[in-house]
């Protein structure tokens, strides 16, 4: 290559160098089963109870604080729940807001009781990455991020506290990449995989309590089941 091609092409190299990109894509959430599907039975009132991380996961000696994983699960099962079309979910995490709000318009708080509750914790949770490597990592490397979750929800019926129904949901979210000679790459960590398989789980135990209720195999409350 002369010189004066050479002089030519630099300019273009570094352009492109110095070039960024953009870009951006909606992602579509896995929503559970009966999600903007017909129905037109009745709507059992339903709030979400306590929900624990009682795995050993952010649990040691140095996670002391609020229930990170509990909330976020709670926020998850909330949302679920509504989809389901299936009941009419009472908020009780927004009471003092709603209150504010009503004290504001001066109008009458009106809160409504729930028939059930729905009480959950997550059971199992845990994170592990592998890797391989081929002829030492010179002809390639291998990394793969799995992540793992169950959950158990109870049913409570509020009038007398009995549980009336119990169902586990269980997911699992892996994440890989590979370089070949020096092509691709190795991702690194990546925190996203909590929430991801989190939510697997919650779909899975949530589609499950709607089978069970659909089947006849739960009532919100003994009076509903009785005339049932």
């Known amino acids: 290559m002369t010189s004066r091609r050479l002089a030519l092409l630099l300019p273009v190299v570094f352009a492109l160098a110095a070039c960024a990109s953009e870009s951006h894509r909606t992602v579509a959430p896995t929503p559970v089963a009966t999600y903007m599907t017909g129905y037109s039975g009745p709507k059992y009132t339903l709030t979400i ?5 009682s795995s050993p996961y952010m649990r040691g000696i140095f996670s002391e604080g609020p229930d990170r994983l509990g909330s976020q699960a709670k926020t998850i099962l909330k949302t679920h729940l509504s989809q389901t079309n299936r009941f009419r979910l009472l908020d009780r995490d927004n009471m003092a807001e709603a209150s504010r709000e009503n004290e504001l318009a001066g109008r009458e708080s009106d809160l409504a009781g729930a028939e059930v509750l729905v009480a959950g914790e997550v059971t199992e949770f845990g994170r592990k990455t592998t890797g ?7 002809f390639g490397r291998g990394k793969s991020q799995v992540a793992y979750a169950k959950v158990s929800l109870n049913v409570v019926d509020a009038r007398t506290s009995e549980v009336v129904y119990s169902v586990q949901g269980a997911g699992e979210y892996e994440l890989s990449s590979r370089e070949v000679l020096g092509t691709g790459g190795t991702q690194g960590y990546d925190s996203t995989l909590n929430g991801k398989v989190l939510d697997f789980a919650i779909v899975d135990a949530v589609n499950k309590l709607v089978d069970g209720l659909q089947a006849g195999q739960w009532s919100p409350t003994a009076e509903a089941a009785g005339n049932g």
């Open 49 to 53: 109870g306590q929900f624990h991380n």
């Open 132 to 138: 391989d490597r081929w002829f030492f990592g010179i």
